[in-house]
């Protein structure tokens, strides 16, 4: 347990036992967005109304015996880049101002159906780009630990909806770290799926061969619980894997015993000593559980911000042509259509979005498309080869989500490039497709949580799960 809120699973158990009520669980928590929200701001939109219907439903079924999932009358928070039917979803950008989705995403239906009441929609970085929810076109959020400093982002506002207790645990999405390195800046757990393990169908797509949804919340066990509700295969998104999810929360206490886990022998420069320090105890507390350590190398993590760089703003220029005026959110009139089309772009998107667009477009245009987008593309293989012969060695690799604690906000807004380099640990699990994930372990600089980084191959999440458990207990 990360904090003083209560855990998921305790808050099912309490309900199931009839010890609390899913209505007073949820105004616990609408009570602590009263009091601490307007100060953080981790939500786009609060859905107070539409959770006290919720909460009041399932108790009434809860009273009358009927059985109303693994989840029932848990309090959680989205982020607001996945469609919910009749509610805003806004991406944090102006563009889509006014645009109500006409239907729910799939994991939004899966967590409804599990009996999980949705609290709000919470803020990020626009259309998902950028790392410390300070390019939103609504206003940052703060990190509810120190409210000087950024969440992390994009998925900054779940992560801190889910550290400030406003819900008991959240969704974001992960392109190149989004939910992983806010959980690690806020304290939290935050979890990478492999791709296709985690529907897409209903997310407003960014990049969408890197893109999965995951879940934050305070402990292993909840995560696992989260896994086990949203992921498994939909037909409504092609690139959805065709197999349920492997059990989780099952294999939690298994340990660690005779595990081989990874170590970078080479370590990129820039990571705060206290950060080096917190990955050293990790790996010391996985040794004595009964782990092995071994020396790995990842010839190509070098290349792998570069290769991103290229990959997700090719794709977003893509994605992102869509919002021209005429179907969703935002129009500005002008003399023509194509004024028209023009006018909209540009006042709608933030200046976040348009340098990727623009670098997107670039990267795919005649005559430099093989130089960029496919010399990307063959990164994208070396790294996939990189671990392919790294987990010959190990079953997992160890290393620090993020290279620092949270940041001053404004420190890094005036240079795009050093807030690229936030993910430098990251982004590779997104370029092989592989899953990964960030558990809080103890404090670095200024007090501030460090987030340890498990990296596992596809499908591994057995395994980074049981490794994940075994850090929760030695922290
Ligand atoms: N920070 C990275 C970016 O700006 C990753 C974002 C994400 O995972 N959505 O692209």
Not at 274 to 285: K, T
Not at 384 to 392: E, G, I, R, S
Not at 442 to 457: D, E, K, N, R, Y
Request: glycine residues 10%; negative net charge.
């Amino acid at each position: 347990m990360t904090s003083e809120f209560v855990s998921v699973v305790d808050i099912v158990g309490s309900i199931r036992a009839g010890k609390t009520t899913a209505s007073d669980v949820l105004e616990q928590h609408l009570a602590r967005i009263d009091k601490r929200e307007t100060e953080i701001h981790a939500f786009n939109h609060v859905m107070a109304e539409s959770a006290r219907a919720n909460a009041a439903s399932i108790d009434a079924d809860l009273k009358s015996g009927k059985e109303r999932g693994p989840l029932a009358g848990v309090p959680i928070a989205l982020k607001d880049n996945m469609c919910t039917r009749g509610v805003p979803t806004t991406c944090s950008s102006k563009i889509l101002e006014g645009w109500k989705p006409p239907y729910d995403a799939t994991v939004v239906t899966r967590l409804q159906q599990a009996g999980a009441v949705v609290v709000g929609k919470t803020n990020l970085d626009e259309f998902a780009m950028g790392s410390s929810t300070e390019n939103s076109a609504f206003g940052p959020t703060r990190n509810p630990l120190d409210t000087s400093r950024v969440p992390g982002g994009s998925s900054g506002g779940s992560a801190a909806a889910v550290a400030a207790g406003f819900a008991a645990a959240s969704l974001g999405s992960d392109t190149g770290g989004s939910i992983r390195q806010p959980a690690a800046l806020c304290g939290v757990v935050g979890v990478k799926p492999t791709y296709g393990m985690v529907s897409r169908q209903g997310l407003v797509a960014f990049a969408s061969s890197l893109d999965q949804i995951g879940p934050f919340t305070h402990t292993v066990a909840d995560a696992a619980l989260l896994m086990e509700v949203i992921g498994g295969h939909d037909p409504l998104d092609s690139t959805s894997l065709d197999q349920p999810v492997p059990s989780l929360t099952a294999v939690l206490g298994r340990g660690v015993k005779g595990m081989r886990i990874g170590r970078l022998a080479d370590m990129p420069d820039g990571c705060e000593p206290e950060v080096l320090a917190r990955l050293d105890a990790a790996f010391a507390a996985l040794k004595a559980a009964g782990a092995t350590i071994v020396d790995i190398a990842l010839p190509s993590l070098s290349y792998c911000l570069t290769a991103y760089y290229l990959v997700a703003p090719a794709e977003a220029s893509s994605n992102l042509a869509r919002y021209d005026g005429v179907r969703y959110g935002l129009r500005v009139e002008s003399a023509d259509l194509i004024s028209m089309y023009g006018a909209t772009r540009a006042a709608g998107f933030g200046a976040e979005v348009k340098r990727r667009i623009m670098l997107g477009t670039y990267a795919l245009s005649a005559g430099y498309y093989d130089a960029y987008y496919g010399k990307a593309l063959k990164v994208r293989r070396l790294i996939a080869n990189d671990f392919a012969a790294a987990y010959q060695s190990c079953d997992v690799i160890l290393t620090p989500t993020s290279p620092t604690v949270a940041f001053p906000i404004g420190e890094k807004t005036s240079d795009p490039l050093t807030m690229y380099l936030c993910d430098i640990f990251t982004i590779p699990s997104n370029l092989a497709g592989h899953a990964a994930m960030s558990v809080p372990f103890g404090t670095g600089a200024h007090s501030m949580p460090v987030g340890v980084q498990i990296l596992a191959p596809a499908l591994g999440e057995p395994t980074m799960f049981r490794v994940a458990a075994e850090l929760e207990r030695a922290s």
